[in-house]
């Protein structure tokens, strides 16, 4: 089914909402959030939370920029892999792997939009120097606007041509449709191997052995297993809070 006007509307009013978050300080820019409120908007909601969860989890590795380096823009998945997989019923971890190319694209053009408002704090000393404050507070909030009216332009024009890239998709042959969705299926499992690698220290690995026995052996479900985690990072706080009180009372002791 099509996407309606007034759906690619709303969508591109998401998308500007979303992205403008990432400069309030909000964690509206994640990929679940986007793709969830797609999935709201076109009345999909369990597509659009599976998608955003296969995104975060891959975006934990490859989604955190290592020194220079620019991570994928969520929108991909967020947005693109949201509209592909609802409206063009393509498997989500295909519309993921799909998606890849159009966040690299959409990070191109967050860092173009980054250089054109460079100038901003240079202008607004000017517009505070010559007691214009009206002025100072639209240079001071025009990378803010802006993003807003390219998220816009960015999730009206997606949502619009969603049918025409699905169509490119559903066209590929099957073998390579497969390729896609098995890539789609490993690309969150090698996110979540890149931070574990990182989180990989001698004081952890009693707690990652834990989590897989409950996973692979226990058969218990990710909230449980989150549960579980929690219950541990609490004791661990508990203990350490008990050893800092009694090494100031031994001090004042002294």
Known sequence: MSIT???AVLIGLWT???WSGMLLGTYTFRSLVLATGVGVILGDIPTGLTIGAIAELAFMGFGVGAGGTVPP????PGIV???MAIRGGIAPETAFTLSIPFAIAFQFIQTALYVIMSGNHEAAKRAIKAGSFGKFRLIAN???ILFIVFG???GFTSAISSDVISGFANKLPKEILSSLQLAGKMLPAIGFA???SVMSKKELIPFMLIGYVASAYMKLPVMAIALIGTACAFFIF???EETKVESEVFEDGI
Request: glycine fraction near 12%.
């Open 5 to 7: 006007i007034i759906e």
């Open 16 to 18: 500007g909402i979303c």
């Open 73 to 76: 823009s969520p929108l991909g």
């Open 81 to 83: 892999g949201a509209l």
């Open 142 to 144: 025009s990378t803010l």
């Open 152 to 154: 816009f332009i960015l």
């Open 194 to 196: 890149t931070i574990l």
């Open 238 to 240: 508990n203990q350490k």
